[in-house]
């Protein structure tokens, strides 16, 4: 049973939570992060190209908007196609994709479900928003399913 004196240790308890998210990496939602001294992230190029963990596919970052990743929404195509023994094979079409921004240093993801549009070229498909809401590392996971094939990639990203 809830009383009036717990209200002031639930709302301490929810003020630590928020306040512990600024605590590492660059601080809080509105401190610059310096990523030039950040190791381990991808560097975004047009045509940034990854294998699936699994090697069954490979995956393009065909463009980014904006671009680079920036905080706030970002809307991404990628290109996804067959691999197999490293060589990568024919556009992935109909696939199901499953799109999970998710920041390490704070253990949180984002609040907004990004959105997949396959688009009209074979394999491709359109991202948005995938937002990355505050600065620091983020690190999206990307499953396809198609069948009984599935793999995943993982595209690290830090936010300035």
């Known amino acids: 049973m809830r009383t009036k004196t717990m209200r002031p240790a639930l709302l301490a308890l929810g003020l630590g939570f928020l306040g512990a998210c600024g605590a590492d990496d660059g601080g809080g939602d509105d401190e610059p992060v310096d990523c030039s001294t950040v190791t381990g992230t991808d560097v975004f190029h047009v045509d940034l190209e990854k294998p699936g963990t699994s090697g069954m596919l490979d995956y393009t970052m065909k463009s980014a908007t904006p671009a680079p990743p920036a905080r706030g929404d970002n809307s991404w195509v990628f290109q996804i196609s067959t691999m197999s023994s490293g060589v990568v ?51 999206t996971t990307i499953r396809a399913t198609s069948g009984t094939t599935s793999d995943s990639v993982v595209y690290k990203f830090c936010i300035e």
């Open 89 to 139: 094979g024919t556009p992935l079409d109909g696939a199901t994709l499953q799109v999970t921004p998710f920041m390490p240093s704070h253990q949180h993801g984002s609040p907004i479900k990004v959105e997949v549009t396959p688009m009209s070229e074979p394999g491709t498909y359109k991202l948005e928003p995938v937002n990355l809401w505050m600065p620091g590392v983020w690190e």
